[in-house]
């Protein structure tokens, strides 16, 4: 992760995203399209994907679920909008979702 706070970010809760949430099958795309429009319309140096999961299953598997929902994302960010796909990185996060708080994709963009 870049040092330094992100010029914007946009998070998307799980459940909202996927069918079902513990997968990797995007029910709901579009709900991406406000971060992507974002990406497109405002040079940016760095935009990263993280994904964050719940407690629930091992530590293993909600760690290859969020490297796949990351990629998933990046891979409709990359293929929806005019982007310089060099400057998406994703990172699955696996267990990393805190008391209280659901499955989440986070995009943070960081200025040029």
Do not use: C, W
Request: proline letters at 6%; glycine letters at 8%.
């Amino acid at each position: 992760m870049p040092a330094g706070a992100p010029a914007r970010s946009f998070t998307v809760a799980v459940r909202d995203l996927f069918d079902p949430a513990a997968s990797a099958r995007l029910k709901h795309p579009r709900r991406l399209d406000e971060a992507g429009a974002a990406l497109e319309q405002a040079p940016f140096g760095l935009a990263v994907i993280q994904a964050f999961s719940g407690v629930k299953g091992s530590q293993e598997e909600n760690l290859a679920l969020t490297r796949a929902q990351a990629m998933v994302v990046r891979g409709y960010l990359a293929e929806r909008f005019e982007l310089d796909d060099a400057r998406l990185k994703t990172k699955g996060m696996g267990e990393a979702a805190g008391p209280g708080q659901e499955a989440r994709i986070v995009i943070s963009v960081y200025a040029p």
